[in-house]
């Protein structure tokens, strides 16, 4: 299941009462990359060679994901920010940029909402956030939200069917079917077979309500960093600018054509393209 990247290393960075396994390479003002589900921070790994030209580049696997830990509880959002704040700070990088696509999303905007004095800009891919004015009727159709919020009976099902569960899964979600690579599905689903990596990403799902009700909080205080976001015209995309203008008072982006949700792995030259134009305006 290891998968490695050239020109990065690897290394697991205690914070927060566990281990992140943070990806780390480039040179220049640092950048957080946040996977989203079913993905590990592989899910850069086409983004990254591109962001670490220009870039100190820092890929994790979530709590829950990958190489990282997996504990019983801290899946709540504003945790789990907290988690990859701290794994910053460890890093030597006390103010930096996050981007983060599908939940990986939902946890950066509580990170550049709870920790002001350090992201210096926010990017969301591809994702409806909790607290936007449309999240639950947004959610209400979308079936595996549903499905992961119940308490074990997912990792019932789904438990040993792995790559089976994780193949369909993306690719109801690619509108590009000629970047869909299998080799990428079966690292994912290696690496959702390890122990306690299934439930793990179950939870993501299950704090949603208490997400919901934080993020609410957050657009009391809206935020006054520069903001962008970016999705696939066939899934997100358009909502992206109106949804965060909820959170943000500057806020700029839009849509990558013929593109559906995992952006990052559809159309990689545009996604990094418009991280840098975004990052580096001048």
Request: hydrophobic share 45%; glycine share 10%; proline share 6%.
């Amino acid at each position: 299941m290891i998968a490695a990247l050239q020109g990065f290393t690897q290394q697991l960075v205690p914070v927060n009462g566990i281990k992140i396994n943070a990806v780390t390479g480039g040179s220049g003002p640092p950048i957080l990359l946040l996977h989203g589900w079913p993905e590990t921070w592989w899910e850069w790994h086409h983004v990254m060679p591109l962001l670490a030209e220009h870039f100190s580049v820092v890929a994790i696997d979530l709590r829950g994901a990958g190489f990282s830990d997996c504990p019983q509880g801290g899946y709540d959002k504003a945790n789990m920010a907290r988690d990859a704040h701290e794994v910053m700070i460890a890093l030597g990088h006390e103010r930096y940029a996050v981007c983060g696509h599908d939940i990986g999303g939902m946890v950066a905007l509580p990170q550049a909402a709870l920790y002001r004095e350090a992201v210096t800009h926010l990017a969301v891919l591809d994702v409806p956030l909790p607290g936007w004015t449309g999240w639950e009727a947004t959610t209400a159709r979308l079936w595996h939200f549903g499905f992961h919020m119940n308490r074990d009976l997912p990792e019932r099902l789904i438990h040993g069917r792995e790559s089976d569960y994780i193949s369909a899964f993306m690719a109801e979600r690619f509108y590009d079917h000629s970047r869909f690579d299998p080799a990428d599905v079966e690292i994912y689903a290696r690496a959702m077979a390890l122990p306690g990596r299934l439930r793990g990403g179950m939870e993501w799902y299950r704090t949603l309500k208490a997400d919901h009700a934080a993020a609410l909080e957050y657009k009391k205080q809206p935020l006054g960093i520069p903001v962008f976001g970016l999705g696939g015209d066939q899934r997100f995309g358009p909502q992206m600018v109106p949804m965060l203008e909820e959170f943000a008072t500057h806020v700029t982006g839009g849509s990558i054509a013929r593109c559906s949700h995992y952006v990052a792995d559809e159309r990689p030259d545009e996604v990094a393209a418009a991280l840098i134009a975004f990052l580096n305006p001048n």
